[in-house]
């Protein structure tokens, strides 16, 4: 069949073995899916769909998208999991800039529809496999006096607390889904066209790009140029691929502080450490927790709202500038200070940044969409960064199954099904600034209010509300999912 130009025809996926061919669509178009597994394109009413009959196809063509995905993190993999689910003949490419599969961070947590996606990916027993056994959070004193006692939250409520039901170290989620990505591909490989396929590529990223109707041209690090259908940013928070696409203006006016600087690092574990997290509130607008479970080493987190001046513009500079700029700002703040600052100087994980929420009025720009902490990042206070890149992932890939190779009407649809649970994911659990008391009193006052905060919790079972809020998870059954 010849091939005919894109803007007058579209493709037209007819069946789950991915023949295509191109029919032309002046009248409106209407998508459905019957059980047989197909999928056509058709002007006539609702009520007539289910009456077409299935013809063989006499030809076909095969031209699914060229991929690119930036970032090798949570939401990348995840993407690329649920795309060659749906089709099998994408061809993707990661770059990612770390040399290797970044694993580091601490521990985060999958919730409500993030658990719900990875159920329906049939990663949710892997993933719950590596899951931490954490207890619950004491806070305590400066004598290491206990305080106050919260327990394990379910995942689909909020309620007072730190430790959620599913909790993850993130290198482990990040490694859960990579595989995925790639024993699925190992699966696929053998039926896959000329050209077809899936590519990591380490210590890679893009220098520019540029953007035609039909394409866009990215140039790499390595110099080369090359052209791709969509361009995904899943680089993060201070993603460079927003900044391409967008502009660098608009790319920073995105990122919201909530005024929360914080520092992650492992250290040796320590007698007397185990299920339980521990958090100390100290003078000055600063918090110190620690969480070991079963694990060899203690994560250790350090927030501040103080001292924003020292921090701001630490994090451009190299690892050990940054581990001098929060010794510094943590310094006196007592409790198990010396372990935790000696070992933040020797820790090789260490990883800080300044907390803040992204906020983009569009997440798409021509074929470059945004996806994960890139295009909505709900700050770690929220607990809902995973749970946005997978809900994000799985409505992105589903959005580019239900519309096959229409990226525009494609990438509108992910905006507008996307933006009701981007909205809740970012919900901040009210005033922020009672969590960093700075005087003597303050400390004293938020750890009496903790400790008969925690005594209500445990007597009767409040403050409580659904997590889950009213967003459900779309269905799409164009991505092959198990349940
Ligand atoms: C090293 C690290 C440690 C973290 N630790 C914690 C933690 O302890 N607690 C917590 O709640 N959240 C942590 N986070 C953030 C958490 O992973 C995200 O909030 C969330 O899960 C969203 O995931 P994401 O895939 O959108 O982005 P990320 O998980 O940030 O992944 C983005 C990926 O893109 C890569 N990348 C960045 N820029 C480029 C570029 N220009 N080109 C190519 N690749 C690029 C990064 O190296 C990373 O692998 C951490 C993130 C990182 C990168």
């Given amino acids: 069949m010849e091939r005919i130009p894109r803007l007058t025809f579209s493709l037209l996926r007819i069946s789950r073995r991915t023949e295509y061919i191109y029919l032309p669509t002046k009248a409106p178009k209407r998508r459905a899916f019957q059980a047989t597994g197909r999928f056509f394109t058709t002007s006539l009413p609702k009520n007539k769909l289910n009456q077409l009959p299935h013809k063989p196809l006499q030809s076909s063509v095969a031209m699914p998208l060229n991929v690119l995905?930036?970032?090798?993190?949570?939401?990348?993999?995840?993407?690329?999991?649920?795309?060659?689910?749906?089709?099998?003949?994408?061809?993707?490419?990661?770059?990612?800039?770390?040399?290797?599969?970044?694993?580091?961070?601490?521990?985060?947590?999958?919730?409500?529809?993030?658990?719900?996606?990875?159920?329906?990916?049939?990663?949710?027993?892997?993933?719950?496999?590596h899951c931490v056994d954490e207890t619950g959070l004491e806070i305590v004193d400066s004598q290491g006096k206990r305080m106050a006692l919260f327990g394990v939250n379910p995942h689909d409520q909020q309620?007072?607390?730190?430790?959620?039901?599913?909790?993850?170290?993130?290198?482990?989620?990040?490694?859960?889904?990579?595989?995925?990505?790639?024993?699925?591909?190992?699966?696929?490989?053998?039926?896959?066209?000329?050209?077809?396929?899936?590519?990591?590529?380490?210590?890679?990223?893009?220098?520019?790009?540029?953007?035609?109707?039909?394409?866009?041209?990215?140039?790499?690090?390595?110099?080369?140029?090359?052209?791709?259908?969509?361009?995904?940013?899943?680089?993060?928070?201070?993603?460079?691929?927003?900044?391409?696409?967008f502009g660098k203006e608009v790319s920073d006016a995105a990122f919201k502080s909530i005024g929360v600087h914080a520092a992650y690092f492992s250290i040796p574990r320590i007698e007397g450490e185990g299920g339980l997290a521990r958090g100390f509130n100290a003078m000055g607008r600063r918090l110190l927790l620690t969480r070991t479970s079963e694990r060899p080493v203690t994560g250790t987190l350090l927030f501040t709202m103080g001292d924003a001046e020292k921090l701001k513009n630490v994090y451009k500079e190299p690892i050990e500038k940054q581990k001098e700029a929060f010794v510094e700002v943590f310094k006196g703040s007592g409790w198990q200070e010396d372990r935790l600052l000696s070992g933040l100087k020797s820790s090789d994980d260490f990883y800080a940044h300044e907390h803040g929420q992204i906020k983009m009025s569009q997440l798409s720009k021509g074929r470059v969409v945004l996806l994960g902490d890139a295009g909505y990042c709900p700050t770690p206070f929220t607990g809902m960064g995973a749970t946005g890149c997978l809900v994000g992932a799985y409505v992105l890939a589903g959005e580019l199954a239900r519309h096959a190779n229409d990226v525009s009407g494609a990438l509108k649809a992910y905006e507008t099904v996307v933006r009701p649970p981007v909205d809740e994911i970012q919900k901040l659990p009210g005033v922020l600034g009672i969590f960093f008391p700075s005087s003597k009193l303050g400390v004293w006052i938020l750890r009496n209010?903790?400790?008969?905060?925690?005594?209500?919790?445990?007597?009767?079972?409040?403050?409580?509300?659904?997590?889950?809020?009213?967003?459900?998870?779309?269905e799409y059954p164009e991505l092959n999912l198990t349940s």
């Fill in 159 to 245: 309620r007072i607390g730190l430790t959620s039901e599913y909790e993850i170290m993130r290198g482990d989620l990040v490694n859960v889904l990579y595989q995925a990505s790639l024993d699925q591909y190992a699966k696929l490989k053998e039926r896959l066209g000329k050209g077809r396929g899936l590519t990591y590529e380490f210590g890679k990223t893009l220098t520019d790009l540029a953007q035609s109707d039909d394409g866009v041209d990215v140039t790499f690090t390595d110099g080369q140029t090359k052209r791709y259908d969509l361009v995904v940013a899943a680089d993060g928070q201070a993603s460079r691929t927003r900044r391409l696409a």
């Fill in 69 to 129: 995905i930036v970032g090798a993190g949570i939401a990348g993999p995840a993407l690329v999991t649920l795309l060659q689910g749906s089709e099998a003949n994408y061809n993707i490419t990661v770059v990612e800039r770390f040399p290797e599969l970044r694993t580091a961070g601490q521990q985060i947590d999958l919730k409500n529809q993030g658990v719900h996606v990875l159920r329906k990916m049939g990663l949710l027993d892997a993933a719950k496999a």
């Fill in 449 to 474: 209010t903790m400790w008969a905060v925690s005594k209500a919790q445990q007597a009767v079972d409040w403050p409580r509300s659904e997590g889950g809020g009213r967003w459900k998870l779309p």
